[in-house]
């Protein structure tokens, strides 16, 4: 007899104004000081302060740790777990898109369980409930506030930990579209298409279920109807609500059902060369969809009814290539860098290769590659002019 365990925050929250239901949540679990994890920029352009302001605003004491930088390393986390131990903190505010909400999960892990982060890289391997985790997204987006997930570089063998531990999973999700007016359109466009990368990996993943499928499928629909909006009108509150859903069900989804070959292979340019991940997916994602067609055109036959396309007169195959195209214009249209305006040097290819076949992603993946094919879909990326 089979059987699916679903994965997802204890609450959620989503909508305008949302931030301000953060107290009462507060109060149910009994926290009493917060540590707040988050980045500088996000400090800079006064996100920060919306958080704080709603705990000043009923007297909830607080320290920062502002140092997180993309692709997050091992010693960050101990870096705020310090703070965190200094300031006699008892529960944990993650404020950003994935990196700061990544950090703000190792530290609840690590509170808890002690030993290192390393200790935590791969599947359920903690033993107690992390110390508990509100998680503020700013980008839509990472979908981290809701999954199980945290990712973190080990700086010494380059490479990126994949850390799935359902204890880290936050006692509360914030997704509040009126913090993300502020995200300039190079940011909305690469978090949009990770969330997009999310939804689509999910649907063909080898743990899909009609729960995932069914949640993968509207949160494409939203991407394809609300991104370019979003990216072109940040202050398009009905696009960049919608981009929520879209990011909090892509999140929920691969959170469910697992990711693929496209973030098998991002997480490794984000090792290599700190490559912003929602960028490296984008470049990524059609590359590889090419290459599982044979696997599952049925399903990308899907997405391109998600993203508006009467299918009736098309087969299989040109339906599934109807959604890789529009994919690809979708890119144009939003500036996303192609792979040869990005640090990735095919040296690295290899040795790139070889990592991803190690990442939990792959095995989900609906066609597994050899090293050989990974090369190759990268250096078609790379070498592609259009
Ligand atoms: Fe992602």
Not at 52 to 64: F, G
Not at 163 to 182: E, F, H, K, R, T
Not at 298 to 327: K, N, P, S, V, W
């Amino acid at each position: 007899m089979g059987f699916t365990e679903l994965y997802q925050p204890v609450h959620t929250i989503i909508g305008e104004g949302c931030i301000n239901e953060m107290p009462r949540h507060i109060e149910a679990f009994g926290g009493t000081k917060a540590l707040v994890v988050t980045d500088p920029g996000l400090v800079k352009i006064g996100t920060v302060k919306i958080v704080t302001d709603v705990l000043d605003k009923v007297n909830i004491p607080y320290a920062i740790y502002s140092d997180v930088k993309p692709n997050p390393t091992v010693a960050l986390v101990y870096a705020a777990k310090e703070v965190y131990d200094r300031e006699a903190c008892d529960f944990i505010i993650g404020v950003g898109g994935g990196s700061p909400i990544d950090v703000a999960k190792g530290v609840s892990i690590l509170v808890t369980n002690g030993g290192k982060v390393e200790d935590y890289n791969g599947l359920e391997l903690s033993e107690k409930k992390g110390q508990p985790l509100i998680a503020v997204n700013t980008t839509a987006g990472t979908g981290s506030e809701v999954t199980r997930a945290f990712v973190i570089t080990d700086e010494v063998r380059k490479s990126k930990m994949l850390c799935v531990d359902s204890n880290s999973l936050a006692y509360l999700a914030i997704n509040d579209p009126a913090m993300m007016v502020g995200m300039p359109p190079a940011l909305t466009a690469a978090t949009g298409m990770d969330a997009l990368t999310h939804s689509i990996e999910a649907y063909v993943a080898a743990h899909r279920c009609p729960f995932t499928d069914g949640i993968a499928l509207e949160s494409i629909r939203l991407v394809g109807q609300y991104l370019l909006r979003a990216v072109e009108n940040g202050n398009d509150m009905e696009a960049r609500t919608q981009m929520c859903w879209a990011q909090y069900m892509g999140g929920l989804a691969f959170s469910n059902a697992g990711l693929g070959m496209v973030h098998a292979i991002a997480h490794q340019l984000g090792g290599f060369y700190d490559t912003p991940h929602g960028v490296a997916n984008a470049i990524m994602l059609p590359y590889v969809m090419r290459f599982n067609m044979s696997a599952c055109a049925d399903r990308y036959a899907d997405i391109a009814q998600a993203f508006g396309f009467d299918i009736g007169q098309l087969t299989t195959e040109q339906a599934a290539m109807a959604a890789i195209l529009y994919i690809e214009e979708l890119k144009k249209r939003i500036k996303i860098p192609k792979f040869s305006e990005t640090a990735f040097d095919p040296k690295d290819a290899v040795a790139i290769a070889e990592n991803a076949m190690t990442d939990t992603g792959m095995p989900e993946n609906p066609r597994q590659p050899s090293i050989q094919e990974v090369v190759e879909v990268m250096m078609t990326a790379y070498l592609d002019k259009e």
